[in-house]
């Protein structure tokens, strides 16, 4: 299992764009499909991208041409680039391992972090 630090939320007006960074331990790392969930207020968390160590991505279909996953398996670390946000985007970012294609989703007993909030703005 990997432990993981997310970082580059913050407020945004709508259309707007942010950063997500996600530092990953672990020497296996490359290895690891990994994703960006997300969890709004009185909502379920959900998978909101994910990629596999070689690089297959997924995206939610909420996001898709708008969000875009990426990894530097050299650095241990995991990207999502969000650009025309949405105040629907609102919600707390995290990342964390996933269950590789065609399964994707949440694998079972991950731990997880605080996570970054993301605020947009209308």
């Known amino acids: 299992q990997v432990q993981v630090v997310e970082s580059g939320g913050g407020l945004v007006q709508a259309g707007g764009s942010l950063r997500l960074s996600c530092a990953a331990s672990?020497?296996?790392?490359?290895?690891?499909?990994m994703g960006w969930y997300r969890q709004a207020p009185g909502k379920q968390r959900e998978l909101v991208a994910g990629?596999?160590?070689?690089?297959?991505?997924n995206y939610a279909d909420s996001v898709k041409g708008r969000f875009t996953i990426s990894r530097d398996n050299a650095k241990n670390m995991v990207y999502l680039q969000m650009n025309s946000l949405k105040p629907e985007d609102t919600a707390v970012y995290y990342c964390?391992?996933?269950?590789?294609?065609?399964?994707?989703?949440?694998?079972?007993?991950?731990?997880w972090g605080q996570g970054t909030q993301v605020t947009v703005s209308s």
């Open positions: 964390n391992s996933a269950r590789s294609p065609p399964n994707w989703g949440i694998p079972p007993g991950v731990y």
């Open positions: 990629i596999t160590g070689g690089g297959i991505t």
């Open positions: 672990g020497s296996l790392f490359r290895l690891v499909t």
